[in-house]
């Protein structure tokens, strides 16, 4: 399975953007996909992910309330809507996949750019 991100760009402190990850090939209701970010200097970190069964969904503590994942099974695509955005959460958003709901994500997405100006 490949996997694009699209979706980044700039935007104002307080604004919203949504992400998307196509994925092509078969996507299976054992896979889990995730959205990761890392910005400049950092450590990449998982922001958010969900079961392609949509049986469960998964938010890190900053993200709460402001970040919403979900997939759309008909066009094979996951999303982030991220609302109320921070300039803290300027960082390159990165989509990726694995097999079950642990372990390591074995495939990635090109990453998106997002930049929220102050």
């Known amino acids: 399975v490949q996997l694009q991100a699209s979706g980044g760009g700039l935007v104002q402190a307080g604004g919203s953007l949504r992400l998307s990850c196509a994925a092509s090939?078969?996507?299976?209701?054992?896979?889990?996909l995730g959205w990761f970010r890392q910005a400049p200097g950092k450590e990449r970190e998982r922001v958010a992910a969900?079961?392609?069964?949509?049986?469960?969904?998964y938010y890190a503590d900053f993200v709460q309330g402001r970040f919403t994942i979900s997939r759309d099974k008909a066009k094979n695509t996951m999303y982030l809507q991220m609302n109320s955005l921070k300039p803290e959460d300027t960082a390159v958003y990165y989509c990726?996949?694995?097999?079950?709901?642990?372990?390591?994500?074995?495939?990635w997405g090109q990453g998106t750019q997002v930049t929220v100006s102050s």
């Open positions: 090939g078969r996507m299976l209701n054992a896979y889990t």
């Open positions: 969900v079961s392609w069964s949509g049986a469960w969904t």
């Open positions: 990726a996949l694995r097999v079950g709901g642990t372990g390591p994500y074995g495939s």
